[in-house]
């Protein structure tokens, strides 16, 4: 801006060069930035409550399981079509990939899907939706390979979360599901 005013005549120097300003760091009062084995419980047991009435809903249902089975972030979850659900030699997986929205990696991946989300019904509401984007709709401007649809909504207020799980000192996010599958693949 102060560069634009110099180039305009405005002003004949930037007054702010050679200024720094310090912020202190803030006081974080938790030990570590992965969700408590607590919080984990209160959120996993939160989303069985939700009745799927949209896509929405069904986020809110579905992808902090799928976090936490698989350890996919919650953009790449959110991206997930039908048709990206897939069984090879009798394993269903998720077939995560750059084609339905953005990956960390850019490449695509199959990630297996852990029975107890077949067991949830996780299969039967892929079934039930058929090959389109399982979390969100998709506008009608829109080619079938979507960009990665914006999860603010869902997840960025952690609004269905109950009050015992929401932190006033601390923003959890849903990628530290990912820490709960890594101690979840250490105890098997």
């Not at 180039?7 to 060069?17: A, G, V, Y």
Request: net charge positive.
């Amino acid at each position: 801006m102060f560069a634009w005013a110099i180039d305009e005549k405005l002003i004949s120097r930037n007054p702010f060069i050679g200024w720094r300003v310090k912020v202190p760091k803030k006081v974080s009062t938790r030990e570590a930035k992965a969700f408590t084995n607590d919080e984990i419980r209160t959120i996993l047991n939160a989303t069985l409550s939700v009745t799927v009435r949209s896509k929405t809903d069904a986020a809110k249902r579905w992808c902090p399981w799928l976090a936490a089975y698989s350890g996919a972030r919650i953009g790449e979850l959110t991206q997930l079509r039908g048709v990206d659900i897939i069984k090879e030699d009798g394993i269903h997986a998720m077939k995560i990939s750059p084609e339905a929205g953005t990956t960390k990696t850019k490449t695509a991946r199959k990630v297996p899907i852990h029975e107890h989300l077949i067991e949830q019904g996780f299969i039967d509401f892929v079934r039930t939706n058929g090959k389109a984007a399982l979390f969100y709709m998709m506008r009608s401007n829109q080619r079938e390979a979507a960009t990665r649809p914006n999860t603010d909504g869902v997840f960025g207020t952690h609004s269905f979360l109950t009050p015992s799980c929401k932190s006033t000192d601390y923003p959890l996010c849903f990628m530290r599901l990912i820490r709960l599958f890594g101690r979840i693949s250490v105890q098997c």
